[in-house]
């Protein structure tokens, strides 16, 4: 099986994998800031969401 090197872009693990290609990588970081700026969502929910994306 092969495996994935981490590049040096982004803060996180996944983050790093997703930096190989700094466009994706600056759309996820948009997508992210949007989910949890915004006042759409609650408080709950964007728990859950952080909770889900920061298990790996």
Same mark, same amino acid.
């Given at each position: 099986m092969?495996?994935?090197n981490f590049s040096t872009?982004?803060?996180t693990p996944f983050e790093q994998l997703l930096g190989h290609n700094k466009n994706? %990588? /600056?759309k996820?970081?948009?997508l992210e800031d949007?989910?949890?700026n915004s006042n759409?969502?609650?408080r709950e %929910? /964007?728990?859950e969401?952080?909770?889900t994306l920061a298990f790996n």
């Open positions: 092969e495996r994935i872009e982004g803060s994706i %990588l /600056k996820w970081s948009n949007a989910l949890f759409t969502f609650s %929910l /964007k728990e969401i952080r909770r």
